[in-house]
């Protein structure tokens, strides 16, 4: 590195000498130049003009009409090597950039003239990749212009089949975004090359029928299977065997012996002339050159392939730069899709994968496909193939369910015919990413269980990564849309399924209708709540545990030197970590099919966590909180689980048991690592309230002992977690009836609530609000005396706290409000009649008034909204008369009119619905205001930009509906004319929706959704009676007039009713 003083004499030399020197020399000072500016670009500032100006030099140099390609090529190295960013150092201008960029994609789109040689051709090809790569990564270049991009991709494209065997392809300037693949016309150099070709293949075919054939034949047949798509069981005839019959007993497939089980081989075609060793290119021994040849023609091959990496590593960064919804509309130019009848397939990332040569440019291929899959699900969740379509055009959504059957295809291909084990790994990781995205509960059954059979044996490939990336082939199926009934099968069958007498790979096989109607509980006899239709466990769960638990085979892992603690004894680090996260995610999408081996997965959990490594003892805790969540999921009130089918709650109590008595404790305690703290809480917050009442009162304690230290942890994390489970443990059924537990955790959840950590106080106020669902719930079941024994200045303090916290961010506040209108429901005469509480009642109702006008998250505002109802619950408090009750009001009608979530206008519709006494509705200006609002939300009530928020516009007039009828029930003769007055002027539209109202109620009832009959009927009849003796007081012509527009109603209903059942 050249210090500041001695660069810019050099530089200034080098400019200089450009300028004027004979052009001989050029070539060299320009390579100087490129050495000077290389990582030094930011202290080049000054010469940027004389460089990259409007007649700079680099850009004379690299022009389109220079001659001399060595030239050009030496003035693109110096300009990539200007465009490399340096860590902390300013980046080039956006204009030099913007020059830098064009001049190299113009290289990128120049065409090799005949007097070029190839490697300097492939050389310049580099440079620019390499420029345009820095320009994207360092720069933070961001690719926004349909043009810029469409001419980039194109380039790209171009280049990253620079020189594959038997292929060239010609590329226009641009792409453009297209559903369909737009270009791609093969270059007739093909059609000239391929005598000499076939002339090879017959000198060669002696050594062809020892499986040495050559690549271009095999391509041809390869190409010839790729355009197969319309096949189902293109790959039955290359299913694994699948020697893991027992976990730990099984021998592990060498790499010959599996690929020459798996090749695809064609219909009619010798198997040998598939077998996977044709894949690797032929040396030079075998071909038609001469030594020296030979050495010329790898020297180029290697060119060549460097170019193809590179436009590949540059495609990578590109990728990062382009929007993702952007990226997807070129999605068909780089994805494989189904051939048309007789049309050849388009050539797209996966004929790198399969065709390439080179096991880097292949693995880089892969990377790139990875990359766009990677966060495609929701592009790719229109797809759908589940129906046989008919029609005379293909829908979208049938042309991308098409290239994700396809991407299966290819890539269980290039699988089984792989022999790097780098890029071997990529392909399984890319193979997940594709799991991982697509929708198969919109596509036709099959695509997992050939994934499933074919990764199957390497499990015990030679190599630790392929063996992990496989492990996490195997957690995205289990975890993509869990539960699926395709999956459910696979879990269900033996390990041995698959495998007949011979040995030869027979996969068992599904119709759709069976892959449709399998259930978790198919099959099974009453006692057996497992899931598993099985006499075996479940192949899956018995590797994970095997892998975790038991000594390594060192006949199945010889590449394990990276890891020597554990090279010994267990299997390597990673792979057991991986069989962890898969056993995880196994419990947590398919708990029905582990349940049975509860209690011995609880013990692989607390195994984990008595080790010394932390990452293992995370992970071991992970699985615990997933073991108890699961159980969880089986005891809510909504669940689908049958009584008899759950994990019984003396097994739940054995578990827990077990792990109170052994390593989690300690690991809360005293771990000095905080995200294993952090789980270990979260585990701890999964126990079974029936669960938690059935332990020994010791070990209760134990747990709200470590619980409430925990909640002063100097941790953010820690604290949080301990935090969030006290807020669980509030709402025990033994815990939540002592005063005493009560009060400690109100206390320790205030304490959290002022943090200064966002994450602990959004937990503290959630927390505080389960603990004030409890204070009513208490207060409705033990009545006054829990109310007395509770500490009236920790209530205070408790409706101060949450007052404060309701003027936090949103995720605070939405459940601070929650807590606000609990307390305030939960005060008593004595508390609001108390001076200190007089001014802390009044500013917590104007921050539960102001939230709900506020611009607030629809959370927030449908939380306030459900408060305030809550405080209208409370008959201590002077509703009606306090000046805060026409706020409260007003801002509810306000918000049932005109609020744009249909969610938040339904709460609030509901809170003007609960006062019980017409008294609390103030004069009758304001009952009459209030009856106004919900006449007009009741017309707005379809009104709404948001199409999502319309499937919510029945529960809104319902709910509308319900209010007006209360309200009537309630009305005193001074509020009739108003009334009146509305019905008179919409009386037609409110009718029709009253009929509507009424009517739906009697659906309801027929489809089993409303348990009491008449309950709408009454409540008109209620209102009409109300209503009738009231206007009998009344004289000359207001009688009978509002309680005669609903008999209207009611006889009408009646009449529609009527009809309807003749």
Request: charged residues 20%; glycine residues 6%; contains cysteine.
């Amino acid at each position: 590195m050249a210090d500041e003083q001695n660069l810019n004499f050099l530089l200034s030399y080098c400019i200089s000498a450009l300028k004027q020197c004979s052009s001989w020399t050029h070539v060299e000072i320009l390579q100087a130049l490129a050495a000077l500016v290389y990582n030094n670009g930011p202290k080049c500032q000054k010469y940027l003009p004389d460089l990259l100006g409007e007649t700079g030099l680099l850009l004379q140099f690299s022009d389109s009409a220079q001659l001399d390609v060595e030239l050009r090529r030496a003035a693109v190295r110096g300009m990539a090597n200007l465009c490399l960013s340096v860590p902390g150092q300013p980046y080039l201008d956006e204009s030099y950039r913007n020059v830098c960029f064009q001049t190299f994609l113009s290289v990128l789109q120049s065409s090799k003239t005949s007097d070029v040689d190839d490697i300097t051709f492939c050389m310049l090809l580099q440079n620019a990749l390499k420029g345009i790569q820095s320009l994207l990564n360092g720069g933070k270049m961001k690719l926004v212009q349909t043009d810029q991009i469409g001419s980039l991709l194109a380039v790209l494209k171009k280049c990253m089949f620079h020189g594959l065997p038997g292929l060239s392809i010609e590329m226009p300037a641009a792409l453009y975004p297209a559903p369909l693949p737009q270009y791609d016309r093969r270059s007739p150099v093909k059609q000239e090359q391929s005598e000499p070709a076939s002339f090879k293949q017959t000198g060669n075919r002696r050594k062809r029928s020892k499986g040495k054939q050559k690549k271009g034949e095999f391509e041809e047949e390869g190409r010839g299977d790729l355009s197969d798509a319309g096949n189902e069981s293109v790959l039955a005839a290359g299913m694994l065997k699948l020697h893991l019959g027992d976990a730990q007993n099984s021998p592990c497939l060498g790499p010959r012996t599996r690929a020459s089980d798996v090749a695809y081989v064609p219909a009619g075609k010798d198997p040998l002339s598939s077998h996977c060793t044709s894949w690797k290119r032929i040396s030079s021994s075998e071909s038609e050159y001469s030594d020296a040849e030979g050495g010329i023609q790898s020297k180029m091959r290697s060119y060549q392939a460097n170019v193809r990496q590179g436009a590949l590593a540059c495609f990578l960064s590109a990728i990062k730069s382009i929007e993702k919804r952007v990226l997807y509309g070129y999605w068909s130019a780089f994805v494989p899709d189904a051939p048309g009848i007789g049309s050849p397939q388009s050539v797209s990332l996966m004929t790198i994968a399969l065709k390439d040569p080179s096991p880097k440019t292949r693995a880089c291929a892969l990377q790139v496909l990875s990359a766009i899959l990677e966060g495609s699900k929701q592009f790719l969740s229109v797809a759908e193939d589940a129906n046989d379509h008919k029609r005379a055009f293909t829908p979208f959504s049938v042309t991308i369910a098409s290239s994700i059957r396809e991407l299966h295809r290819c890539l269980l291909l290039a699988l089984v015919a792989e022999s790097s084990s780098q890029t071997l790994t990529q392909i399984v990781k890319c193979l997940a990413n594709l799991v991982s995205n697509a929708p198969y509960n919109r596509l036709k059954p099959g695509l997992l269980t050939r994934v499933w059979n074919q990764i199957k044996p390497y499990i015990c490939h030679k190599d630790v990564n392929v063996r992990v990336s496989s492990l996490t082939l195997l957690g995205a199926i289990v975890s993509v849309q869990a539960p699926l009934p395709e999956v459910q099968l696979l879990l269900q069958q033996p390990s041995s399924s698959g495998l007949n007498n011979s040995g030869s790979a027979t996969p068992h096989r599904f119709n759709s209708e069976q892959w449709r109607k399998a259930l978790p509980s198919e099959g099974e006899p009453p006692g057996n709540p497992s899931g598993c239709t099985s006499s075996e466990p479940c192949w899956l769960l018995r590797l994970c545990v095997s892998i975790i638990v038991l000594p390594r085979e060192d006949s199945c892992s010889d590449s394990d030197a990276n890891f020597p603690p554990f090279s010994s004894v267990y299997e390597p680090c990673p792979l057991r970590l991986e069989s962890l996260q898969v056993l995880a995610l196994l419990v947590k999408g398919y708990f029905s099919m582990a349940q049975s081996y509860f209690l011995e997965l609880g013990e692989v959990a607390c195994r984990c966590m008595e080790e010394m490594d932390p990452s293992i003892q995370l992970h071991g805790a992970k699985l615990l909180e997933e073991l108890g969540t699961g159980v969880l999921q089986q005891y809510k009130p909504d669940s689908a689980v049958a009584p008899d089918q759950r994990v019984p709650v003396s097994v739940v109590v054995t578990f827990w048991t077990m792990v109170l008595n052994g390593p989690l404790p300690a690991t809360l305690q005293s771990s000095p690592h905080v995200t294993l703290q952090t789980s270990a809480c979260d585990a701890l917050s999964s126990i079974l309230p029936e669960a938690f009442s059935s332990l020994q009162n010791e070990q209760q304690i134990l747990c709200v002992t470590l619980l409430l230290g925990l909640n002063h942890s100097e941790n953010p994390l820690v604290k949080a977690a301990a935090t969030r489970a006290l807020g669980v443990y509030i709402l025990f059924s033994c815990l939540r009836q002592d005063v005493m537990f009560v009060a400690d955790t109100a206390n320790a959840i205030l304490n959290s609530l002022h943090d200064k950590s966002p994450n602990v106080r959004a937990k503290a106020a959630w927390s505080l609000g389960n603990l004030t669902d409890t204070l009513i719930i208490n207060m409705q079941t033990m009545g006054q005396s829990f109310q007395e024994e509770f500490s009236d200045l920790l209530l205070l303090k408790m409706l101060r706290s949450a007052t404060e916290a309701s003027k936090d961010r949103d995720k605070v506040k939405s459940n601070a409000v929650r807590a606000l209108g609990n307390v305030l429901h939960f005060l008593q005469p004595y508390h609001i009649a108390n001076p200190r509480f007089r001014e802390a009642i009044e500013e917590s109702l104007q921050a539960l008034i102001s939230t709900v006008q506020s611009e607030a998250t629809m959370k927030v505002r449908w939380n306030a909204c459900y408060a305030l109802g809550n405080v209208f619950k409370n008959p201590a408090l002077p509703l009606g008369d306090a000046p805060w009750t026409t706020q409260a009001y007003s801002a509810l009608s306000s918000v049932v009119k005109s609020c744009k979530n249909f969610k938040v206008r339904i709460k609030s519709a509901m809170a003007l619905s609960i006062p019980s006494k017409r008294e609390c509705y103030g004069s009758a200006e304001q009952f009459c205001q209030i009856w106004s609002a919900l006449v007009v939300a009741l017309q707005k009530s379809e009104d709404t930009e948001d199409f999502l928020e319309f499937k919510y516009s029945a529960s809104l007039r319902t709910q509308i509906c319900q209010a007006l009828l209360h309200l009537l029930s309630l009305a005193k003769s001074r509020d009739l004319p108003a009334i009146w007055e509305t019905l008179a002027e919409h009386g037609d539209a409110i009718k029709s929706y009253f009929l509507q109202y009424l009517k739906s109620g009697v659906e309801e009832n027929e489809a089993g959704l409303h348990s009491d009959l008449g309950e709408r009927e009454r409540a008109l009849t209620g209102a009409i009676e109300h209503l009738g003796g009231i206007e009998k007081q009344l004289e000359g012509k207001a009688r009978l007039r509002v309680s005669g527009y609903l008999e209207d109603v009611l006889t009408n209903h009646a009449s529609a009713a009527e009809l309807t059942e003749a």
